[in-house]
């Protein structure tokens, strides 16, 4: 019997440089991106006289704690941290419920007024009532000073509200004629078979909203008078354009900062790490449902 011998096909030498190009600019965006966050990270837990050399820093420098020990006797930024986490967590909830109502009626085909009620809707995303404006109006409903003043005016987007609706449309109508034939009421329909469909889009949306929520500070600096009622950014805020770190803090972390001579820089950096902890441990969960989610949600029209 006659052997054959397989023949290993080789890869061409343009298809292998092409590829190390590829992977070359991958790994230097990759690279772009994740240093800067590195960098923050490194630079807070380095000694602040080894810091302030400059250069880059893959590695820390004299690795020290001091930083984050002294940032957890700030009573204030837990106080923000604290803020922070109940408006993006109530926020979050808000938007979905209130994007969900409203997409729900628009993807059906038989609901009387869609195509004027998508257009009035689109027409806010061309144009708005501006800051002023909308600061007397918060100001009229005596939400000022109020953890509403951040949630309700922004409670539903208009770009969101369409993903999620293209999304619904997308699952098969039979499942809702169905559920008619049934006697099953919209509501019911929206809460039992449409929502547990829509866990993709309910997953990327919520990502959208967190992170705006958690990122936002225009917003309390506009609404918010009361020290104990701001948010993190703004806290951090104050900390990046404020040239000293006591003058946003208390007497008792003045004389601390003093004694330790931890630099204003370090300070900073390792309360924007702090800030960025609750988005990557909540991000890992949500990766798998934010491409497809999107992706469905955006393609059909």
Not at 111 to 122: A, D, L, S, Y
Not at 175 to 190: H, M, V
Not at 256 to 278: D, L, R
């Amino acid at each position: 019997m006659k052997k054959t011998a397989s023949k290993k096909i080789k890869t061409p030498v343009s298809t292998v440089i092409g590829r190390v190009i590829i992977y070359f600019i991958l790994g230097l965006l990759a690279f772009l991106t994740l240093y800067p966050f590195w960098h923050v990270i490194m630079y807070s837990i380095s000694a602040s006289e080894a810091a302030m050399e400059g250069g880059l820093f893959f590695f820390p420098r004299k690795p020290t704690l001091a930083a984050y020990s002294l940032l957890a006797r700030n009573k204030l930024i837990f106080t923000t941290y604290k803020n922070s986490i109940i408006r993006t967590v109530v926020g979050t909830c808000i938007n979905l419920i209130m994007t969900a109502s409203i997409a729900y009626p628009l993807s059906v085909k038989r609901f009387i007024g869609r195509n004027f009620w998508t257009m009035v809707i689109f027409f806010t995303m061309l144009f708005s009532g501006g800051m002023i404006p909308t600061y007397l109006l918060v100001k009229e409903l005596g939400l000022l000073n109020s953890m509403w003043a951040l949630i309700l005016p922004g409670s539903i987007s208009a770009y969101n509200m369409f993903i999620m609706r293209n999304f619904f449309q997308s699952i098969p109508p039979s499942l809702e004629e169905s559920a008619n034939i049934d006697g099953a009421t919209p509501p019911r329909i929206l809460v039992s078979i449409i929502m547990p469909l829509s866990k993709p889009v309910f997953a990327a949306l919520a990502l959208f909203y967190g992170i705006a929520h958690w990122n936002s500070y225009i917003d309390c600096v506009l609404y918010i008078d009361d020290l104990s009622k701001q948010v993190l950014q703004v806290y951090l805020r104050s900390m990046i354009n404020v040239t000293a770190f006591g003058q946003v803090g208390e007497a008792a972390d003045r004389a601390a900062i003093a004694g330790t001579g931890m630099s204003e820089e370090t300070m900073k950096m390792a309360a924007i790490s702090a800030s960025v902890i609750p988005i990557i441990i909540i991000y890992p969960w949500l990766q798998k449902y934010y491409v497809k989610g999107v992706l469905i949600g955006s393609i059909k029209g």
